[in-house]
């Protein structure tokens, strides 16, 4: 008793998108993004590696190197090129 295959269809593969559209992002975003996201890791970083409570490192400095790491990754996401003026 062997199943039909007649009603089994077959997923096709998502086409590419078509090269003339632009990209969403500048390449100044995604570097800015990526030094956004290594400052919050380092930020967590030297918050583990100090393991004091009140220690200046982890209580001080790295809280403001997080902040300043998503900082950093809303202005990658948000800044725009400016357009080119005609002249």
Request: no cysteine; glycine share 6%; hydrophobic share 55%.
């Amino acid at each position: 008793m062997a199943r039909s295959r007649r009603h089994m269809q077959v997923a096709s593969r998502p086409t590419p998108a078509p090269s003339g559209r632009p990209m969403v992002f500048a390449r100044r975003n995604y570097v800015l993004l990526l030094v956004g996201i290594a400052l919050v890791v380092i930020g967590f970083a030297i918050m583990a590696i100090e393991h004091e409570l009140d220690g200046f490192w982890s209580r001080t400095v790295a809280p403001i190197v997080i902040v300043g790491g998503y900082l950093e990754v809303v202005y990658a996401i948000l800044w725009r090129p400016r357009a080119a003026a005609d002249q």
